[in-house]
């Protein structure tokens, strides 16, 4: 029997497969996809875009009370859910590394995790979401029915990465994402605000060596065997 929100949250690193896995239980499970990491990318994306110093606080204030984040289901033939801020699609530009490191700033910052969470709380209102991100099991939504951690190596989780920028016609140099990942690791787990961590009743899975078809098969018996 379901106890708690009928929400599902997928934590876990950057690279770690979270967006594609959370796409596809979503749409077994006929729930709704909330990218969560999208939201601070946005944020990270008009900081840059208006000039706002990440320290000025008034700046910042400011930003998070005009801005309109809108996430829409990715385009055809795409993975990414398309986002727009104030009415304009940016998600494509949101999806770079050097975007992902300012991400992991930006979320550090209690306003805008505080704004954000708030948000995402609203969204999740009633249920039947599936919620991907870094604290969305222990911070957004602690009282989720069903709760994941996926993870995987760091080189595994670059080559991922690699991979599908090439697929997109870019050139990627491994070590260096590698690098960046690495970074983003440690920049996640050791803010203060809302660390990057498993939930104490999360189930973490190592996606290292399974496919994603594996890993949604897994979660969605989880789940059903307590629907």
Same mark, same amino acid.
């Given at each position: 029997?379901?106890?708690?929100?009928?929400?599902?949250?997928?934590?876990?690193?950057?690279?770690?497969?979270?967006?594609?896995?959370?796409?596809?239980?979503?749409?077994?499970?006929?729930?709704?996809?909330?990218?969560?990491?999208?939201?601070?990318?946005?944020?990270?994306?008009?900081?840059?875009?208006?000039?706002?110093?990440?320290?000025?606080?008034?700046?910042?204030?400011?930003?998070?009370?005009?801005?309109?984040?809108?996430?829409?289901?990715?385009?055809?033939? @795409?993975?990414? =859910?398309?986002?727009?801020?104030?009415?304009?699609?940016?998600?494509?530009?949101?999806?770079?590394?050097?975007?992902?490191?300012?991400?992991?700033?930006?979320?550090?910052?209690?306003?805008?995790?505080?704004?954000?969470?708030?948000?995402?709380?609203?969204?999740?209102?009633?249920?039947?979401?599936?919620?991907?991100?870094?604290?969305?099991?222990? =911070?957004?939504?602690?009282?989720?029915?069903?709760?994941?951690?996926?993870?995987?190596?760091?080189?595994?989780?670059?080559?991922?990465?690699?991979?599908?920028?090439?697929?997109?016609?870019?050139?990627?140099?491994?070590?260096?994402?590698?690098?960046?990942?690495?970074?983003?690791?440690?920049?996640?787990?050791?803010?203060?605000?809302?660390?990057?961590?498993?939930?104490?009743?999360?189930?973490?899975?190592?996606?290292?060596?399974?496919?994603?078809? @594996?890993?949604?098969?897994?979660?969605? @018996?989880?789940?059903?065997?307590?629907?």
């Amino acid at each position: 029997m379901c106890k708690g929100l009928r929400i599902v949250t997928i934590d876990g690193p950057s690279g770690g497969g979270k967006s594609t896995v959370s796409r596809a239980l979503a749409a077994r499970l006929h729930f709704t996809y909330l990218d969560t990491g999208a939201m601070y990318r946005a944020v990270a994306y008009q900081c840059r875009e208006k000039g706002v110093e990440l320290a000025n606080s008034e700046q910042l204030a400011a930003l998070l009370q005009t801005i309109q984040i809108e996430l829409l289901p990715p385009a055809a033939g @795409e993975d990414d =859910v398309r986002v727009l801020i104030d009415g304009k699609e940016v998600g494509a530009l949101l999806r770079t590394q050097e975007m992902g490191l300012l991400a992991s700033q930006v979320s550090a910052l209690p306003l805008v995790r505080k704004t954000l969470t708030r948000l995402q709380q609203k969204i999740g209102e009633s249920g039947r979401i599936v919620a991907e991100g870094r604290d969305t099991g222990t =911070v957004v939504f602690p009282q989720a029915a069903w709760k994941f951690f996926l993870d995987a190596s760091p080189e595994i989780r670059a080559h991922r990465r690699a991979e599908q920028l090439r697929g997109k016609g870019e050139e990627v140099d491994e070590q260096q994402l590698l690098a960046q990942i690495v970074k983003r690791d440690k920049d996640d787990r050791e803010r203060t605000i809302a660390p990057l961590k498993a939930a104490p009743d999360a189930l973490t899975i190592d996606s290292t060596g399974l496919p994603v078809e @594996e890993v949604v098969r897994l979660m969605h @018996e989880k789940i059903l065997a307590s629907f």
